[in-house]
């Protein structure tokens, strides 16, 4: 019996000159974000698979790129992070082509910048509804005015990034007032000019790679309390993973990381992290890297028990996703090939192939269920909307987006 044909995508983009390295897909699955080395973005419509804008939106490659209520945030390695007012859908003319010419598009109108670090490669991570909320913010902070209550359905919303100066650090911001809560997680005592794997006493982990900022919970977290904490996991250079919790909710600013408690540290990996993905419940996450190892960690563990490695039979992987349910999770190579795993217990599932160089970004769909959001929407049935609900979205060094219809993995 002759083996099975090797799955295709079901759509392909061809928008982008340069190395797609940023995706995103909306919560709604009506708009796939994609940016690239160049900077430049493009927002699809998945209806139509016509691009509605497609800009200069960085003068150098996209790092992160996502949806903020109606605005859109993009992230470059220009050491600039914008936010943009998303386009108006209504004017775009209905028709399907993924290579349709993107002349004539509007670019998005752009609200106001913040100036980063962006040494590290490492993208942004957006808390963008929060229980925590306002009482994070200082006294001092003033009120959102009508203009700033128009950026976005969700103010004010946290964003983490490196830290300005110290790459080893990581910072918490509120937008839009661009006000620095927490300066400097991170931050070491001096120690012993060497450590013993060769990393200076003051920065032994090396710079950030990855990081999100979360809140815990009262169903997933051990540690939870009457009152949410704001919690940062951060992967390393080192193949390190910290999590740390801020202890002192009583203050809601902190400077040189004081008042923020590592509640486990690990290292699974012997190479550089090179992505890390947190489940849509902040109780799980996987890192990838250059060795042939996947770190799973529980973040609802108060030790680092819960954390544990996953050895496979390919080494060099540049990204990892995770399917809304935590169930599911695509893991991007060097070699263009995309992998699909359990989370469970790290069974394969099923690898996809088209690319030719690297698949440098991978963004899963939201899944569909009956009653929720999605099934307001009158226009398509419900069988249409099962299988957008089962996209898997990748992007490659050889400038093309892929979307892959799945099957539900689900058991008989």
């Given amino acids: ?46 209806r139509t698979l016509r691009a509605i804008a497609s800009w200069k939106a960085h003068q150098d490659g996209l790092l992160g790129i996502e949806e903020w209520g109606n605005q859109l945030i993009t992230h470059g390695r220009d050491n600039k992070l914008h936010v943009w007012n998303r386009p108006d859908e209504s004017s775009i003319t209905s028709g399907i082509g993924g290579s349709a010419a993107l002349s004539g598009l509007q670019p998005p109108t752009l609200k106001f910048s913040m100036d980063v670090n962006a040494l590290n490669y490492c993208r942004f991570s957006l808390l963008a509804t929060s229980t925590i909320g306002s009482a994070l913010l200082p006294d001092s902070l003033p009120s959102t005015s009508t203009s700033e209550a128009t950026l976005s359905q969700a103010c004010p919303a946290l964003i983490a990034l490196p830290n300005l100066v110290e790459s080893s650090e990581a910072d918490i911001w509120q937008i839009p007032s661009c006000k620095r809560l927490h300066a400097a997680i991170g931050k ?13 006493g003051e920065n032994p982990t090396g710079i950030i790679m990855s990081l999100h900022v979360f809140e815990t919970t009262s169903s997933s977290s051990e540690l939870s309390t009457s009152s949410p904490k704001l919690r940062i996991l951060i992967a390393y250079e080192s193949g390190t993973v910290t999590l740390r919790q801020y202890a ?165």
């Fill in 188 to 200: 070491r005592n001096k120690a012993s000019t060497f450590s013993a794997d060769g990393r200076g």
């Fill in 248 to 412: 002192n909710s009583e203050k809601p600013t902190s400077v040189e990381g004081k008042g923020w408690e590592v509640i486990w540290q690990v290292k699974l990996h012997q190479e550089a992290i090179m992505a890390m993905n947190v489940s849509s419940n902040n109780q799980l996450a996987l890192t990838v890297s250059a060795d042939h190892l996947i770190g799973r960690y529980d973040l609802t563990a108060s030790t680092q028990d819960g954390c544990v490695v996953h050895r496979t039979k390919h080494p060099g992987n540049g990204c990892v996703a995770i399917r809304d349910d935590g169930r599911i999770c695509a893991v991007g190579g060097w070699d263009g090939k995309i992998r699909l795993y359990s989370t469970k217990n790290f069974k394969p599932l099923g690898s996809l192939r088209y690319h030719k160089e690297g698949c440098q970004a991978l963004s899963f769909a939201t899944s569909f269920h009956a009653g929720s959001s999605q099934d307001l929407d009158d226009d398509l049935d419900n069988e249409e909307k099962l299988k957008r609900g089962r996209w898997l979205v990748s992007g490659g060094k050889d400038k093309r987006v892929a979307i892959w219809e799945l099957i539900s993995f689900e058991k008989s």
């Fill in 1 to 46: 019996m002759s083996a099975p044909m090797a799955p295709t995508p079901t759509h392909l983009l061809r928008f982008h000159t340069s190395s797609v390295g940023a995706l995103f897909v909306s919560d709604d699955n009506e708009r796939v974000y994609s940016g690239d080395a160049s900077g430049h973005a493009v927002i699809t419509l998945t």
